[in-house]
Nanobody
Framework: QVQLVESGGGLVQAGDSLRLSCTAS????????MGWFRQAPGKEREFVTA????????YYADSVKGRFTISRDNAKNTVYLQMNNLKPEDTAVYYC???????????????????WGQGTQVTVSS
């Protein structure tokens, strides 16, 4: 497993932007498909977006398509989540996750990820 540390959460107003970062330990970051999930109070953890280890293919939940962008910098062992035009319904704890090395499958499913960060709170006020 790899250790993941998220940062960048905070309290913003509707329409604002935030960029979350997730930095991984180790020297094999480039081999991990990375994902972002979120969990709002009283709700299940849900998929937000993912970026594969090969070809940097990206996937998004319909609720964030066109507003959120995932990217990665393998030289910095970091994956980013740029969130624009935030809405109150985006309020949640956001988690970064990594699949096992050299694997990319069922990117939408939390069970496909081996390692998780501690989460960072994003609160969007109306």
């Amino acid at each position: 497993q790899v250790q993941l540390v998220e940062s960048g959460g905070g309290l913003v107003q509707a329409g604002d932007s935030l960029r979350l970062s997730c930095t991984a330990s180790g020297r094999t970051f480039r081999t991990y498909t990375m994902g972002w999930f979120r969990q709002a109070p009283g709700k299940e953890r849900e998929f937000v977006t993912a970026i594969t280890w090969i070809a940097d293919s990206t996937y998004y939940a319909d609720s964030v398509k066109g507003r959120f962008t995932i990217s990665r910098d393998n030289a910095k062992n970091t994956v980013y989540l740029q969130m624009n035009n935030l809405k109150p319904e985006d309020t949640a704890v956001y988690y970064c996750a990594a699949q096992k090395p050299y694997y990319s499958g069922r990117n939408y499913a939390a069970a496909s990820y081996d390692s998780w960060g501690q989460g960072t709170q994003v609160t969007v006020s109306s």
